[in-house]
């Protein structure tokens, strides 16, 4: 088992539709969690992250964290073209030094 | 602030040159990282650098060679380059544990 797993998609959404994208990890201490975007050709940059479990808000991002199921989601809602780009996962081992990436999700926004 | 500046954005090696890409921040951040990107593959960790004075190994290290040669600089070296170095680099640096990373640019090389 990888320690940090995503559908690699392609996910399609029509504009304006909700779009969600998951992620499950293996260590079960891990105690933070973040979402990066990276479009083609460019570095990732950090859109969301989550310390908790619940939810948590950020404009039209909302990251849900079960610990117990050991799964993280990143909904955006109102989805538009300038959201298509590909969408990592990454949780620090439990050392907190090391980061696993997830091989991403490629989602794409429909006009 | 500039962030993470990496050089070169590219480069051509032939099979079993050297070289050296660099890599430095301006945030006064504590850790340093080094990753490759292949398609389907994700970002892999090559080296990292918890704090200045300390470098690990990370899931990819063999062909490389990294120096954290003070807070701001953290090089990666290719010793001799192989086709399968063909990838794209990129750096990372972060405050400390519990923070999120940083991404330079990145450094787009391919050996032939």
């Known amino acids: 088992q990888k320690e940090v797993e995503q559908n690699s998609g392609p996910l399609s959404v029509p504009e304006g539709a909700i779009a969600s994208l998951n992620c499950t990890y293996s260590d079960r201490v891990s105690q933070s969690f973040f979402w990066y975007r990276q479009y083609s050709g460019k570095s990732p940059e950090l859109i969301m992250s989550i310390y908790s479990n619940g939810d948590k808000e950020d404009g039209r991002f909302t990251a849900q964290l079960n610990k117990a199921s050991q799964y993280v989601s990143l909904l955006i809602r109102d989805s538009q073209p300038s959201d298509s780009a590909t969408y ?12 696993y990436f997830g091989t ?8 | 602030n500039a962030g993470v500046t990496q050089t070169p954005k590219f480069q051509v090696l032939k099979t079993g040159q050297s070289m ?93």
Not at chain 2, 29 to 50: C, E, K, T, V
């Open chain 2, 20 to 112: 050296t890409l660099q890599c430095a921040q301006d945030m006064n951040h504590n850790s340093m990282y080094w990753y490759r990107q292949d398609p389907g593959m994700g970002l892999r960790l090559i080296y990292y650098s918890a704090s200045e004075g300390t470098t690990d190994k990370g899931e990819v290290p063999n062909g490389y060679n990294v120096s954290r040669l003070n807070k701001r600089e953290f090089s990666l070296r290719l010793e001799s380059a192989a086709p399968s170095q063909t990838s794209v680099y990129f750096c990372a640096s972060r405050p400390g544990q519990g923070y999120e990373q940083y991404f330079g640019p990145g450094t787009r090389l391919t050996v032939t």
């Open chain 1, 104 to 111: 991403g999700t490629s989602l794409t926004v429909i006009p």
């Open chain 1, 88 to 99: 990592l996962c990454a949780v620090p081992l439990r050392t907190g030094n090391q980061f």
